[in-house]
């Protein structure tokens, strides 16, 4: 579809976008994201042409680095923030200061999941109205979404809101572990969150996410010859076996609860009875009190032993809170809906069992919408992609919220 061709807007869902946003006033926005596509996806193309793993503290200071200077062309102010917990690489905090009202917090993520060197087996590519590229859609692509939209901000003089504030983390790929407490810091000082993770399929957003959390499971048994003696030993490896399966069953599909056992480590010699293994369970939910109650139940089931004389301990970690869907994120999915509408455009609204940034900032009660950034899918493999179509509508949604909270009071 071609968003320039205005008279090709559905008059009817024009017509019903409330209050309603003339076709001259959409007009200056798109032309001005049409105007910096080219250079968007050249800035695309350098982000993602730079190897930066969550923990490759060059890579991720090199995005950093070019990001910073283009905010800082944007009238900016930009600060370094340190990494807590002495890990890899400096956040980037960029503010705009306006005239108007609303406080608005916009977040993406610098790092990805891939290793040093995947650049230069999978170089960024566009094929068939496809990017492709380690970490493109997953999240090179908000980083670009995000300073594009404040790119068309200033083009349009737009200055309407109290403050406009971007965030590049470094490390949300492992749990945002390192700018945990600035996220929330700034959600706090923010009236609201949008977090440019990648758009669903469908031409989706995001209004709600799971919680994270980890179970870990420890078994202490004793070694023998597991030949000459294996009657005096007590296999941790057996005893954690029957551990995992019983408390896969933590899970409740009716409420949406998973647990999933994903690593498990025991015994290192053949011949001996092992005397120690462990497991590492994934554990997500929608409501936040099903891990109070996972938990409860955990502590209750792991008494049930295979082998008596076997130690088992089990702790739950939680990782990321709940992103609930609320009255607060319906309202904005609604007006998100509805700026889409005036590109004659329908906006999916979905949920997702992976935690993100946005789960930090709903965890401190504050409205977040997520997946603003261009429709990607894939992610984490290499076979993700983001769609080159979607920036166009994608930058229009973005800075028409931006625009709509600012003002705000
Ligand atoms: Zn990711």
Known sequence: MRFGKLAALGFAAWLLSTPAFADEQVKPILDSA??????????????VSIDSG?????????????????????????????????LAGDNIVATFTGTGQGKILLMAHMDTVFAKGSVAKRPFRIEGGRAYG?????????????????????????????????????????????????IERLAKEHDVTLNLEGGRAGDGITIWRKGSGTIKVEVKGRASHAGASPELGRNAVMELA????????????????????????????????????????????????????VEHDLAATIKNKLIADTEVKATLTRTFPVMPQNAQIDAL?????????????????????GAADSSLAAGVFKP???????????????????????MVPRLYLLTRMVMELGRKP
């Open 134 to 182: 380690p970490g493109v859609s997953d999240d090179k692509a908000g980083v670009v979404i995000g300073l594009t939209t404040l790119k068309i901000l200033k083009e349009l003089n737009f200055k309407d809101y109290a403050r406009v504030t971007l965030l590049l983390n470094t490390n949300e790929e492992t749990g945002s572990r390192g700018s945990r407490t600035l």
């Open 34 to 47: 049409e105007k910096l596509k080219p250079d968007a996806i050249k800035f695309w193309e350098q982000l």
């Open 368 to 390: 977040t919408l997520d997946g603003l950034s261009m429709i990607g899918a894939n992610p984490h493999t290499d076979r993700e992609y983001a769609v080159v179509d979607s």
């Open 54 to 86: 969550t923990g490759d503290a060059q890579g991720i200071n090199a995005v950093g680095a070019i990001a910073a200077e283009e905010l800082k062309k944007l009238g900016a102010s930009v600060d370094l923030v340190p990494n807590e917990h002495a």
């Open 242 to 293: 029957h551990q995992v399966l019983q408390l896969s069953k933590l899970a409740d599909e009716t409420k949406g609860t998973t647990v999933n056992f994903t690593v498990v480590k025991g015994g290192d010699r053949k011949n001996v009875i092992p005397d120690y293994a462990e497991a590492d369970a994934d554990v997500r939910a929608v409501v936040s009190e099903e891990f109070d109650r």
């Open 333 to 353: 999915a609604t007006m998100a809906q509805r700026i889409y509408g005036e590109l004659g455009k329908t906006l999916a609204l979905g949920g997702s069992g």
